[in-house]
T-cell receptor, first 115, second 116 residues
Framework: AQTVTQSQPEMSVQEAETVTLSCTYDTSENNYYLFWYKQPPSRQMILVIRQEAYKQQNATENRFSVNFQKAAKSFSLKISDSQLGDTAMYFCAFMKNFGNEKLTFGTGTRLTIIP | GAVVSQHPSWVICKSGTSVKIECRSLDFQATTMFWYRQFPKQSLMLMATSNEGSKATYEQGVEKDKFLINHASLTLSTLTVTSAHPEDSSFYIC????????????FGPGTRLTVT
């Protein structure tokens, strides 16, 4: 079974600064997807970024980028130029490929952007 | 695109009654939908996987007779909480899997259930 660990329950950072959220996972699979989801106070889950395990290049989406280290089973999220709207819970998630699309979530990191 | 709706967004029911929650994919077909439960300040816990035209697959520890799931069409899955009790009060979230391009789940806005 897969496990996803987020070791930072809470983090805070000043507006405009950069912050990195950590995520590690454990799996015996070789092909899989990794995700970062954001859950703001509205509780709507929003996909922030996705990484396919077979891709060596780290995914980026505007101010959001990941550092994917497959051998170390590490998948951190970097938020640059943080904005007040980035305040939310962030969940790291794992999905096996081809035939089992269940998401396994980490426990989440509560991120607060300070004005 | 890729919008998932849930209805109702908030429901209060009395202990012992049943309540149905709908999950719809509005602009894509979803052969697979998922139901999650989230307690305050906690992560999402997968309850079951709903497959169109077949029986749902429940996660270990989830009572299938209490949480009835029906996936009658490619755009609709329903979760019925039967004989609800106060401990069933929670936030229920559905997601729909869109296979076009890549595996990705799109989430509904959630349903807050309060059992009195």
């Amino acid at each position: 079974a897969q496990t996803v660990t987020q070791s930072q329950p809470e983090m805070s950072v000043q507006e405009a600064e950069t912050v990195t959220l950590s995520c590690t996972y454990d799996t015996s699979e070789n092909n899989y997807y990794l995700f970062w989801y954001k859950q703001p106070p509205s509780r709507q889950m929003i996909l922030v970024i996705r990484q396919e395990a077979y891709k060596q290049q780290n995914a980026t989406e505007n101010r959001f980028s990941v550092n994917f280290q497959k051998a170390a089973k590490s998948f951190s999220l970097k938020i640059s130029d943080s904005q007040l709207g980035d305040t939310a819970m962030y969940f790291c998630a794992f999905m096996k490929n081809f035939g089992n699309e269940k998401l396994t979530f980490g426990t989440g990191t509560r991120l607060t952007i300070i004005p | 695109g890729a919008v998932v709706s849930q209805h109702p967004s908030w429901v209060i029911c009395k202990s012992g009654t049943s309540v149905k929650i709908e999950c719809r994919s509005l602009d894509f077909q979803a052969t697979t939908m998922f139901w999650y439960r989230q307690f305050p300040k906690q992560s999402l816990m997968l309850m079951a996987t709903s497959n169109e035209g077949s029986k749902a697959t429940y996660e270990q520890g989830v009572e299938k007779d209490k949480f009835l799931i029906n996936h009658a069409s490619l755009t609709l899955s329903t979760l019925t909480v039967t004989s609800a009790h106060p401990e069933d009060s929670s936030f229920y979230i559905c997601s729909a899997l869109r296979l076009a391009g890549a595996y990705e789940q799109y989430f509904g806005p959630g349903t807050r259930l309060t059992v009195t």
